[in-house]
């Protein structure tokens, strides 16, 4: 693959690059499929509905407010 130090060529940096990508790739997944990240991605994963929670309980309380 690399013929010193002198001689490095496109071809070589490119070759670099990809295993350097796939080492990323690899870590990234390893990451995001851990089992101890599953609770923390389920939590995460719910926000957007106890958002939803939050908003329709305050209409509701202020619909109360206003009909008071």
């Known amino acids: 693959m690399f013929r010193g130090a ?3 060529d496109i071809s070589d940096l490119r070759a670099l690059a990809t ?3 796939v080492i990323a790739f690899t870590g990234v997944v390893w990451w995001a499929y851990s089992s101890k990240r599953k609770s923390r991605f389920d939590e995460a994963a719910n926000l957007p509905f106890a958002d ?3 908003h329709e309980k305050t209409s509701q309380d202020q619909e109360k407010k206003d009909h008071e």
């Open 52 to 54: 939803d929670e939050q």
């Open 6 to 8: 002198n001689n490095m």
């Open 19 to 21: 295993v350097t990508t």
